[in-house]
């Protein structure tokens, strides 16, 4: 995904520096952080805003800027990574978004996750599934994952959240995308 990937409403693209305040707000907004156990100062934002540039880099994929309707401005994230090994399903790629509340409900999430899926389905080399998830209780973001034409695969506690200080985090949903399954529906 080193090149933007461009549906007709939106586009993903590397993280600029002119992309840090808008990426910080998406960080550390209550409303757009709920199903998160944490919050970012703006340096921690900084910091993950460059390590995911450069994971882009490394790996080839990432969570990217999202603009919307030929905008400039980053107004979320979208993209892919390759999973943390302490994941339970990992190894493998998942895909994710996050979006500030002022886009929430007109499909830009869908789009986006779309264009990455055509991408990453379509390229030479490419995946055979991707993977998603979500906090039990996040409804959008399921739904998203739903209209993608992801099934949902089983539940499990996220191994990085401290049931002590965030229980109501801990479980979360898991749901998979297979080539051949998206190749159905492109052609359906």
């Known amino acids: 995904m080193r090149s933007p990937i461009e549906t007709t409403r939106t586009r993903l693209r590397r993280w600029r520096d002119e992309d840090r305040a808008a990426f910080h707000r998406l960080n550390s907004d209550e409303t757009v952080m709920r199903f998160f156990p944490f919050r970012r100062s703006r340096a921690e934002s900084d910091a993950f805003l460059d390590g995911l540039n450069a994971r882009l880099d490394q790996d080839g994929v990432s969570f990217l800027a999202l603009d919307v309707d030929g905008g400039d401005a980053a107004v979320g994230i979208v993209g892919m990574a ?12 998942e895909i994710g978004w996050r979006l500030l509340p002022e886009v929430w409900g007109q ?5 986006a996750a779309e264009g990455c899926l055509h991408r990453a389905f ?26 993608l034409g992801f099934s949902r695969e089983a ?14 985090l801990v ?10 399954d998206w190749r159905s529906r492109q052609r359906g």
Request: aromatic letters at 6%; a negative charge.
């Open 82 to 93: 390759v999973l943390d090994p302490i994941m339970p399903c990992a190894p493998g790629i």
């Open 122 to 147: 379509t390229n030479p080399g490419a995946c055979d599934d991707i993977v998603s998830f979500c906090v039990d209780g996040n409804a959008a973001s399921e739904a998203v994952m739903l209209r």
């Open 171 to 180: 479980r979360h949903r898991l749901y998979r995308l297979r080539r051949a």
């Open 155 to 168: 539940d499990f506690d996220h191994p990085k959240v401290d049931p002590a200080t965030h229980p109501h």
């Open 107 to 111: 499909g830009y999430a869908t789009e």
